[in-house]
């Protein structure tokens, strides 16, 4: 028999810029709602090791028993602490995924932070000073390792958690000027390669919800800021039901 399952995802979440009260608020409504979350990175404003506890604390303290999985974004690396918010919110609970896979109820899940580049033709190639080559090299480490991640998955249905957006569709909305610093085509092929079924990121704020790539993978961008936007009259969350095929 297949069984539906539902997951609630988020990104952009600035702890403590959006203060914890409220996050502690949204995720007792998705643990009522939802049985995965998922976080798409900036989970932290600054990536300090105190703002990562406060974050924690209110995981807890909303009592949320579903899985929690989970990727750091930009935000999370601006101190040069991502090993120490990594661990805080692993010991919470949270599936903490870089490069790395998990199963739930027969889904399979795959993290990768991503990186920027820029879409299509209007992809940055490694060309010229070695600044630019080490960007381009950056963003295409991150799509092998989305790559390696989604190889491993056994499963039937294959879920994509970024935070950099995979296609250009998901950041239409933000100005044309910042679209290589939101995304990377890079991350398109992978899911088209493997057949996810679903990829959710964050980072674009003034992006749009939802796209598809080339190979018809859904897209879902679940920036807070975007969500709020969207859905002006319900807490900052997406669902998107996956049917488990046994």
């Not at 039937?156 to 296609?167: D, N, T």
């Not at 290589?180 to 704020?205: I, K």
Request: net charge negative.
């Amino acid at each position: 028999m297949t069984e539906r399952i539902r997951l609630a995802a988020i990104a952009d979440l600035h702890c403590p810029r959006t203060p914890p009260d409220i996050w502690q608020s949204v995720f007792s409504r998705v643990a009522q709602d939802a049985d995965v979350l998922l976080l798409g990175g900036d989970l932290t404003d600054h990536g300090r090791s105190e703002e990562a506890h406060l974050l924690a604390q209110a995981l807890t303290a909303a009592a949320v028993t579903i899985p929690v999985i989970a990727v750091l974004g930009n935000h999370d690396y601006e101190a040069g602490q991502p090993e120490e918010v990594n661990q805080i919110l692993s010991a919470a609970g949270v599936h903490m995924l870089d490069g790395d896979i998990c199963e739930i109820q027969g889904i399979g899940f795959a993290g990768v932070k991503g990186f920027g580049g820029g879409f299509g033709q209007a992809s940055l190639q490694p060309w010229g000073e070695n600044a630019t080559k080490q960007f381009v090299e950056e963003a295409v480490g991150e799509a092998m390792k989305l790559e390696s991640a989604l190889a491993k998955l056994r499963t039937s249905q294959r879920i994509a958690l970024l935070h950099y957006a995979p296609i250009r569709d998901t950041v239409t909305g933000e100005s044309t000027e910042i679209f290589p610093f939101l995304g990377s085509s890079r991350l398109e092929e992978p899911l088209n390669r493997y057949a996810v079924t679903a990829a959710f990121h964050g980072h674009a704020h003034q992006g749009s919800l939802e796209g598809r790539t080339t190979g018809g993978t859904a897209v879902y961008n679940v920036a807070a800021p975007l969500l709020q936007k969207v859905f002006p009259d319900r807490p900052p969350f997406h669902i998107v039901e996956i049917q488990d095929m046994p």
